[in-house]
């Protein structure tokens, strides 16, 4: 009697549970989007997106998803470019100088970074606003040392060339694997920034230095980098190649020399004794034609 | 009954013992070829998948095809050590045993080399070595002193067999197909026993029994410095090369022993090979593994008493009974003491007990030589981070076991193809009276 009393509870618990873990399986996750915005030195602009969602306490790469990204202004939205994210989640948008985008009222431009969800993922957008600033690099010498100098000015709105102070600038030298920082200084009121340049720095074989002027993501500007040549006093000197060595393509003479007489005093012997077969041979052809004859 | 009478007849009596094969012998020849089809088999997966079919990675780069190689090259030394030196010494007992030494020298050589083509893996590649080889590089050494080693091997056989294969050619009881003939006409040449053709033939096999002792010793002194030369611990060693030279001979001496008795005991040559000759070349194999045990105590205990950090992690993977212990107290001690036990004790010594010492001789150097290569390189200088453990331990694969397999057997192959084609007593030479010369200079 208890027994089939008991049997409906269980019954009961067993669906409502079902019911919750269906629930919870099909709960949209919603998507960590991230987008960073870098206007480089010929005036491109450049979108790292990274799309990802967490899922049972893991970050899990959303791969293969197709992400816009808009420009947004006062007279509408104009999409800039589709790209679709790698297997890390990642994708990279590069939109040249040529593109015409749609400024809103102050001049600025605001960015819209959109990714669609799928069944799984719900939709995210991310929005990027930056003011257009202008960096430009010149090179000089003061008090025998030489210095780089940046300024920085607005481009577009109401302000258009107007100096922007307290900006912070850094201020890289290209190396072969990485960058190397030699100064960051905030501008001044004129808009400029100038540190000196590294004294002793090596630079191609002709002592040229990329030196990069950067403003790194800014809240305002995003990042805004700037690239010059300079033409530094110390070039590269790379040291004549060592000649026939243990280390290099030709052997030293000695070890050749050593190889050619063991090898050809080996061999030597071999074809002596050679000969000397052949000479048993010939001694036997000579004795058979005694014996014909 | 004058010589050549009582050469050929000596000659149709061990040729008649090769000619028809029991069943045991066919039996093993049947086993021998199915191992070489299956190493094909595991060849031809290993050029389809490449070489992430072996169990080498990133760490040991050498496995035991290199273990392979280094042992099949160390028995080569049978045939240039010991027929090389008896010849120059004139021991009128190593008749008999010549042509087996020789013989084994030719196929290792042949065999040897074969591993490293397999561990390459771009067999593509091979000309690259001999178009793109550095000459300050080691293994370019190697590859120019095993062919010529090989080239010198075969030519001493060949000169060995001259005065055979002319009594072969001139024999008329042996029934033989024509093309059979044919080839020992060739090779006989016109070698017919006179004055002047014995005097050339003897200078012509002393020069190369003089060339063949140092070039064998140079081919191994060689594969010692391709270790030896990089810096690595338990490779970075002076006393490398003789080394490597000493355990050459001791296992390449213990091979021939083996030889001895498989060929006495199963075709039957009691009266050719005598117990005189295993104990003879026992003697020989009592000393070397003296020498042997001398190097590989003088080895460690200097590397262990200087402590470098880096040489003791090698030393203690080797002397920790749960890694590597346990196979180098066998090799060390099992390999040394053993054989000179049982050859060394006068009541021990037999033709069987000598025969089992150089098989535990053999057994325990194919070992020394895993225990050279694989620890030394499970133990980098500056390990992967996270590394995979089977980059921290090697372990070989199905495919490397296979293929040693299938070495073992091609040489076991080899020499039942070899003895249906030349005799492996030397008759002609057994037949002659013996030499009375005292000085090797004599001979030149």
Redesign the interface.
């Given at each position: 009697m208890r027994r089939t009393k008991i049997y409906p509870i269980i019954f009961l618990l067993a669906l409502i549970s079902g019911f919750g873990y269906n629930a919870k399986a099909d709960e949209l996750v919603s998507p960590q989007l991230g987008a960073a915005y870098v206007k480089l030195t010929d005036g491109t602009r450049n979108f790292s997106i990274s799309l990802s969602a967490r899922i049972d306490d893991k970050r899990v790469n959303i791969t293969d998803a197709p992400v816009m990204v808009y420009a947004a202004g006062e007279t509408g939205k104009k999409l800039l470019g589709t790209v679709k994210t790698s297997s890390t989640g990642k994708a990279v948008l590069n939109v040249g100088p040529d593109i015409s985008l749609p400024e809103n009222k102050d001049g600025n431009y605001t960015f819209e970074v959109q990714y669609g969800g799928n069944t799984k993922v719900t939709s995210a957008t991310k929005t990027i606003q930056v003011q257009d600033v202008s960096l430009t690099m010149t090179f000089g010498e003061k008090d025998s040392v030489k210095t780089v100098s940046v300024k920085v000015v607005t481009l577009k709105g109401k302000g258009a060339n107007t100096a922007i102070k307290a900006v912070p600038v850094e201020f890289y030298i290209k190396r072969l694997f990485c960058l190397y920082r030699f100064g960051g200084e905030k501008t001044d009121s004129a808009g400029i920034s100038t540190a000196a340049l590294p004294k002793k720095m090596p630079g191609d074989t002709t002592g040229n230095l990329v030196v990069i002027a950067r403003i790194v993501e800014n809240d305002d500007y995003g990042t805004v980098e700037t690239i010059q040549n300079f033409k530094g006093d110390n070039p590269l000197i790379i040291e004549p190649k060592a000649k026939r060595g243990?280390?290099?393509?030709d052997?030293?003479l000695w070890?050749?020399y050593t190889?050619l007489v063991?090898?050809s005093g080996?061999?030597c012997?071999?074809i002596?004794?050679?000969s000397?077969?052949v000479?048993?041979?010939?001694?036997?052809?000579r004795?058979?034609r005694k014996l014909q004859s | 009954m004058n010589q050549p009478e009582l050469a050929q007849k000596t000659l149709v009596e061990i040729v008649s013992r090769f000619k028809k094969p029991s069943a045991l012998s066919k039996g093993l020849f049947t086993f021998f070829a199915l191992v070489i089809l299956w190493a094909a088999y595991a060849f031809i997966t290993q050029l389809m998948k490449g070489q992430i079919v072996t169990g080498m990675r990133d760490y040991v780069v050498w496995g035991i095809y290199d273990v392979n190689f280094i042992f099949f090259i160390g028995i080569s030394y049978a045939g240039a050590m010991i027929s090389g030196i008896l010849h120059l010494l004139h021991a009128e007992w190593r008749k008999p045993i010549i042509r087996i030494a020789e013989m084994i020298t030719v196929i290792s050589v042949i065999i040897g080399p074969v591993f490293i083509l397999v561990e390459m893996g771009r067999l593509d590649r091979i000309f690259n070595i001999f178009m793109h080889g550095r000459i300050q590089s080691p293994i370019l050494w190697d590859v120019v002193a095993i062919t010529t080693y090989l080239s010198c091997s075969i030519l001493f056989l060949y000169l060995a067999l001259i005065k055979d294969y002319a009594l072969l050619r001139d024999n008329t009881e042996l029934k033989m197909p024509k093309l059979q003939r044919y080839f020992y006409r060739k090779l006989g040449a016109t070698y017919a026993g006179l004055p002047e053709q014995k005097k050339l033939l003897e200078r012509a096999l002393t020069i190369m029994s003089a060339i063949i002792i140092p070039l064998a010793v140079l081919v191994h002194s060689v594969l010692a410095w391709i270790f030896g030369m990089t810096i690595r611990p338990g490779w970075h060693s002076t006393i490398f090369a003789p080394y490597f030279v000493i355990a050459a001979v001791f296992s390449g001496t213990a091979v021939l022993i083996i030889a001895m008795w498989v060929f006495r005991k199963f075709y039957n040559l009691e009266e050719y090979i005598t117990e005189m000759h295993f104990k003879y070349i026992g003697t020989i194999l009592l000393v070397l593994a003296a020498l042997y045990g001398y190097f590989t105590f003088s080895e460690y205990l200097t590397v262990w008493y200087g402590s470098q950090s880096w040489e003791l992690e090698v030393i203690y993977k080797l002397f920790n009974l749960s890694y590597y212990g346990v196979w180098f107290y066998i090799a060390a001690f099992g390999g040394v003491l053993i054989p000179m036990i049982l050859v060394g004790f006068p009541f021990l010594r037999s033709i069987n007990t000598i025969t089992i010492g150089s098989v535990i001789a053999v057994v325990c150097m194919w070992i020394k030589r895993y225990l050279i290569i694989i620890p030394t390189l499970e133990t980098p200088l500056l390990p992967l981070q996270d590394a995979r453990p089977e980059y921290a331990h090697y372990s070989a694969s199905w495919v490397e076991w296979s293929l040693t397999a299938g070495g073992m057997a091609t040489f076991c192959l080899f020499f039942m193809i070899f003895m249906k084609f030349m005799p492996i007593i030397p008759v002609a030479d057994i037949s002659e009276a013996p030499e009375h010369k005292d000085f090797i200079s004599e001979k030149l």
């Amino acid at each position: 009697m208890r027994r089939t009393k008991i049997y409906p509870i269980i019954f009961l618990l067993a669906l409502i549970s079902g019911f919750g873990y269906n629930a919870k399986a099909d709960e949209l996750v919603s998507p960590q989007l991230g987008a960073a915005y870098v206007k480089l030195t010929d005036g491109t602009r450049n979108f790292s997106i990274s799309l990802s969602a967490r899922i049972d306490d893991k970050r899990v790469n959303i791969t293969d998803a197709p992400v816009m990204v808009y420009a947004a202004g006062e007279t509408g939205k104009k999409l800039l470019g589709t790209v679709k994210t790698s297997s890390t989640g990642k994708a990279v948008l590069n939109v040249g100088p040529d593109i015409s985008l749609p400024e809103n009222k102050d001049g600025n431009y605001t960015f819209e970074v959109q990714y669609g969800g799928n069944t799984k993922v719900t939709s995210a957008t991310k929005t990027i606003q930056v003011q257009d600033v202008s960096l430009t690099m010149t090179f000089g010498e003061k008090d025998s040392v030489k210095t780089v100098s940046v300024k920085v000015v607005t481009l577009k709105g109401k302000g258009a060339n107007t100096a922007i102070k307290a900006v912070p600038v850094e201020f890289y030298i290209k190396r072969l694997f990485c960058l190397y920082r030699f100064g960051g200084e905030k501008t001044d009121s004129a808009g400029i920034s100038t540190a000196a340049l590294p004294k002793k720095m090596p630079g191609d074989t002709t002592g040229n230095l990329v030196v990069i002027a950067r403003i790194v993501e800014n809240d305002d500007y995003g990042t805004v980098e700037t690239i010059q040549n300079f033409k530094g006093d110390n070039p590269l000197i790379i040291e004549p190649k060592a000649k026939r060595g243990l280390g290099d393509t030709d052997a030293p003479l000695w070890m050749v020399y050593t190889l050619l007489v063991l090898l050809s005093g080996v061999w030597c012997h071999v074809i002596y004794v050679i000969s000397l077969v052949v000479r048993i041979n010939m001694i036997g052809k000579r004795a058979r034609r005694k014996l014909q004859s | 009954m004058n010589q050549p009478e009582l050469a050929q007849k000596t000659l149709v009596e061990i040729v008649s013992r090769f000619k028809k094969p029991s069943a045991l012998s066919k039996g093993l020849f049947t086993f021998f070829a199915l191992v070489i089809l299956w190493a094909a088999y595991a060849f031809i997966t290993q050029l389809m998948k490449g070489q992430i079919v072996t169990g080498m990675r990133d760490y040991v780069v050498w496995g035991i095809y290199d273990v392979n190689f280094i042992f099949f090259i160390g028995i080569s030394y049978a045939g240039a050590m010991i027929s090389g030196i008896l010849h120059l010494l004139h021991a009128e007992w190593r008749k008999p045993i010549i042509r087996i030494a020789e013989m084994i020298t030719v196929i290792s050589v042949i065999i040897g080399p074969v591993f490293i083509l397999v561990e390459m893996g771009r067999l593509d590649r091979i000309f690259n070595i001999f178009m793109h080889g550095r000459i300050q590089s080691p293994i370019l050494w190697d590859v120019v002193a095993i062919t010529t080693y090989l080239s010198c091997s075969i030519l001493f056989l060949y000169l060995a067999l001259i005065k055979d294969y002319a009594l072969l050619r001139d024999n008329t009881e042996l029934k033989m197909p024509k093309l059979q003939r044919y080839f020992y006409r060739k090779l006989g040449a016109t070698y017919a026993g006179l004055p002047e053709q014995k005097k050339l033939l003897e200078r012509a096999l002393t020069i190369m029994s003089a060339i063949i002792i140092p070039l064998a010793v140079l081919v191994h002194s060689v594969l010692a410095w391709i270790f030896g030369m990089t810096i690595r611990p338990g490779w970075h060693s002076t006393i490398f090369a003789p080394y490597f030279v000493i355990a050459a001979v001791f296992s390449g001496t213990a091979v021939l022993i083996i030889a001895m008795w498989v060929f006495r005991k199963f075709y039957n040559l009691e009266e050719y090979i005598t117990e005189m000759h295993f104990k003879y070349i026992g003697t020989i194999l009592l000393v070397l593994a003296a020498l042997y045990g001398y190097f590989t105590f003088s080895e460690y205990l200097t590397v262990w008493y200087g402590s470098q950090s880096w040489e003791l992690e090698v030393i203690y993977k080797l002397f920790n009974l749960s890694y590597y212990g346990v196979w180098f107290y066998i090799a060390a001690f099992g390999g040394v003491l053993i054989p000179m036990i049982l050859v060394g004790f006068p009541f021990l010594r037999s033709i069987n007990t000598i025969t089992i010492g150089s098989v535990i001789a053999v057994v325990c150097m194919w070992i020394k030589r895993y225990l050279i290569i694989i620890p030394t390189l499970e133990t980098p200088l500056l390990p992967l981070q996270d590394a995979r453990p089977e980059y921290a331990h090697y372990s070989a694969s199905w495919v490397e076991w296979s293929l040693t397999a299938g070495g073992m057997a091609t040489f076991c192959l080899f020499f039942m193809i070899f003895m249906k084609f030349m005799p492996i007593i030397p008759v002609a030479d057994i037949s002659e009276a013996p030499e009375h010369k005292d000085f090797i200079s004599e001979k030149l």
